[in-house]
């Protein structure tokens, strides 16, 4: 992995060349919270645009809903800045070297995958394409594991296919006896594209959540709305496109933020394994809203997904590994032992500011977050 997403101690701070036990470091954030949040929102998007697609075509939907995302941001924002209260967490902004990265996941993430997701929907039932979701995690996984090499323990390959499975048994249509291959072929290439952008996102996952997909939905949601209009397939300004502004609001925009911050501290391979709880929300509302129900097969496959879910949650990694040094800015507190810095002033809060981190090597329970990204 590149070092610049590597960190240790502060400069100062006593290193030795060999292992060390380093105690585990207190997390004031649940980063499980985050990712469920996102998950729920995410998932209850499916059957919510399945709806709308009777009043909005797919790639025009796909559009509106990036672009809600932006709008819903946009208010959050200008609500912070009116307020009075002054923020110590003061989260870096994004920068030059980050618009690769930022560029490919819009690419992918944004475009690419939002529109197959709306045409594969047009073509499926929301209670199959929500629990064929489960395959964005599966493909996050194996790109993190093959191209940025992130860890991988049996209990989370076991729980991935596991919660393959599940999405392979509720995605089965017993009416016609056989998956749409046109729009499972769709939905697959959305979970490959969102996939990708998961990877791609985590490296910049430590600069300013909100802003990151200010952009990203801006570009991504204006592209698709104008690309839409030249193909002739524009749409009409009713009580669909509101609803699906704040759909994109809720579902893509506050859910987006939150899985940010779950790439921070989980690392994708796992963020995106744990996403696996959003599919079964949208199956669970396309059986409340939609009237879809799949037979006997929701029992095990929901079986299977909870099991997996567990395991998830129940793994723990740690071995000796070593932090290169590195120099960089990030929110950080000082409750754990990669930031024993002095700085001017006394924070007891999270805060943000340049800080330098020798090379150490150690030993403690960790997660692939952003001061863990190492080769195994």
């Not at 290193?15 to 985050?34: C, D």
């Not at 110590?88 to 993430?109: F, H, M, N, Q, Y």
């Not at 669909?240 to 506050?254: D, T």
Request: aromatic share 8%.
């Amino acid at each position: 992995m590149p070092n610049a997403y590597m960190s240790g101690p502060a400069v100062g701070d006593d290193v030795t060349s060999t292992p060390t036990r380093a105690e585990s470091p207190p997390n004031k954030r649940n980063p499980f919270i985050y990712i469920v949040f996102s998950a729920v929102l995410f998932g209850i998007s499916v059957p919510s645009s399945k709806l709308l697609l009777g009043e909005v075509k797919p790639i025009p939907l796909a559009g509106l809903l990036y672009l809600g995302a932006f709008a819903g941001l946009a208010v959050t924002s200008l609500a912070e800045r009116a307020s009075t209260r002054v923020r110590s967490e003061k989260v870096p902004p994004l920068e030059r070297r980050d618009i690769p990265w930022l560029a490919g996941a819009t690419l992918t993430g944004g475009i690419v995958a939002p529109v197959s997701l709306m045409l594969g929907l047009s073509l499926m039932s929301g209670f199959s394409t929500s629990l064929l979701l489960n395959l964005e995690g599966v493909m996050t996984a194996i790109i993190a594991f093959f191209v940025f090499k992130e860890n991988a323990g049996r209990k989370l390959w076991v729980a991935i296919i596991l919660m393959t499975v599940a999405g392979v048994l509720l995605g089965w249509d017993p009416g016609k006896g056989t998956f749409d291959v046109a729009g499972l072929g769709l939905i697959m290439l959305a979970m490959a594209c969102w996939g990708a952008d998961n990877n791609l996102t985590r490296m910049i996952c430590t600069k300013d959540p909100v802003q990151i997909v200010q952009v990203k939905s801006l570009v991504a949601g204006s592209s698709v709305v104008v690309v839409s209009f030249v193909i002739g397939e524009g749409f009409d300004f009713n009580l669909a496109l509101l609803l699906a502004l704040v759909v994109g609001a809720f579902s893509y925009g506050a859910s987006l933020v939150l899985f940010i911050k779950s790439l921070e501290l989980l690392g994708s391979l796992r963020t995106g394994a744990f996403f696996g709880v959003g599919p079964f929300v949208g199956a669970a509302a396309s059986v409340l809203v939609l009237g879809e129900w799949l037979g006997w097969l929701m029992l095990p496959a929901g079986a299977l997904m909870a099991l997996g879910v567990w395991l998830i949650a129940k793994e723990k990694h740690e071995h000796p590994h070593k932090h290169e040094a590195v120099t960089h800015t990030h929110v950080h507190d000082h409750g754990d032992d990669h930031h024993l810095h002095e700085h001017f002033g006394t924070y007891h809060a999270r805060h943000s500011h340049e800080h330098t981190h020798d090379s150490v090597e150690h030993e403690h329970p960790h997660r692939p977050d952003s001061h863990h990204r190492h080769s195994h």
